[in-house]
């Protein structure tokens, strides 16, 4: 069993930056692949950002590349998702998620996580 807690969401102008956190409990995030997604309101929840365990690779959906950057804090247990240049467009609940078993080639599936956060809020507006 893996516990997600997620914090650092809010409310924040175009162009802001904003940082979450999802702090894990259970399994060490060092050595099972952590995710972001995010879901806007009315729409799918959609992949955001992947780390894969033991130093794997990162991935990023293409809308978020160059903006965001996942990565990870072993003595803390604890993975984060940096944001800068939020846009309207990035307003959504965005969620912690993960599992041990997740392959490469579906990274991007939701449907691969086992583990997922109760969801943080994250609104950009002017």
């Known amino acids: 069993q893996v516990q997600l807690v997620e914090s650092g969401g809010g409310l924040v102008q175009p162009g802001d930056s904003l940082k979450l956190s999802c702090a894990a409990s259970?399994?060490?995030?060092?050595?099972?692949?952590m995710a972001w997604f995010r879901q806007a309101l009315g729409k799918e929840r959609d992949f955001v950002a992947a780390i894969r365990g033991n130093g794997g690779s990162l991935h990023y959906a293409n809308s978020v590349k160059g903006r965001f950057s996942i990565s990870r804090d072993n003595a803390k247990n604890t993975v984060y998702l940096q944001m800068n240049n939020l846009g309207v467009e990035d307003t959504a609940v965005y969620y912690c998620?993960?599992?041990?078993?997740?392959?490469?080639?579906?990274?991007?599936?939701?449907?691969?996580?086992?583990?997922w956060g109760q969801g943080t809020q994250v609104s950009v507006s002017s």
């Open positions: 259970g399994r060490s995030v060092n050595r099972i692949t």
């Open positions: 998620a993960a599992d041990a078993n997740v392959i490469l080639s579906a990274i991007r599936d939701k449907q691969q996580y086992d583990y």
